[in-house]
């Protein structure tokens, strides 16, 4: 069974459309968080939930919501694409910050291509 | 903030020797945790190895072992007896303890395996 699983793993979709990237998680964590790594393979988070609250919210434009219906999912949901979205999204999950040798476990990403 | 630096962007070694890919960091902080990532061709980011700050040994993990060298904010991974499936991107990552506790990564190094 794949613990941290995303879908869709590839995205392709025209500029100003809107697109989600589903995250589930079955390693029974607490905290999850969403990772964007661009075209030259930077990764850099972009927000992060503990037990649906939301925790990190780095600088990231309005366009992006993430959504945690409970604590086995997370969801980002992208408005008004732009083609400097494309890059692969990561999903990862832990334990709660809370555990100070919580290990983060990641999902094999989502490439988002904006045409 | 903290940030850390790989400043070897590719990197490669003939099969079954060793080698070592380079890490620093910068941090005000005294307690954190240290990883390395692998992000072969499937995209998949996998932990290879983890450091608290707080312990002096470094750590190891079969084939990997970590030089972390608190003082000069250093940390580097060593793979021993080098295998074809060990080639792929390697992210040298920083946690803290407090807060929320996203991962700041380096830029990867990509490393290549010669026959």
């Known amino acids: 069974d794949t613990a941290v699983s995303q879908t869709p793993k590839y995205l392709v979709t025209q500029m100003g459309n809107d697109k989600s990237i589903k995250c589930e998680q079955n390693?029974?964590?607490?905290?999850m968080y969403w990772y964007k790594q661009d075209s030259k393979k930077f990764l850099k988070i972009m927000f992060s939930y503990n037990n649906k609250e939301l925790i990190i919210n780095e600088t990231v434009p309005n366009r992006f919501s993430p959504k945690s219906p409970d604590k086995a999912h997370l969801n980002l949901h992208i408005n008004s694409l732009e083609l400097g979205d494309s890059a692969v999204y990561f999903c990862a999950s832990s334990q709660a910050p809370s555990i100070a040798k919580n290990i983060q476990y990641f999902g094999a990403g989502t490439r988002l291509s904006v045409l | 903030a903290q940030t850390v630096t790989q400043s070897q962007p590719e990197m490669s070694v003939q099969e079954a020797e060793t080698v070592t890919l380079s890490c620093t960091y910068d941090?005000?902080?005294?307690?954190?945790?240290l990883f390395w990532y692998k992000q072969p061709p499937s995209r998949q980011m996998i932990l290879v190895i983890r450091?608290?700050?707080?312990?002096?040994q470094n750590a190891t993990e079969n084939r990997f072992s970590v030089n972390f060298q608190k003082a000069a904010k250093s940390f580097s991974l060593k793979i021993s007896d080098s295998q074809l499936g060990d080639a792929a991107m390697y992210f040298c990552?920083?946690?803290?303890?407090?807060?929320?506790?996203?991962?700041?990564f380096g830029q990867g190094t990509r490393l290549t395996i010669n026959p």
């Open positions: 450091q608290e700050a707080y312990k002096q």
């Open positions: 941090t005000s902080e005294s307690d954190y945790y």
């Open positions: 390693l029974g964590h607490d905290t």
């Open positions: 990552a920083y946690r803290s303890v407090q807060g929320a506790q996203k991962l700041v």
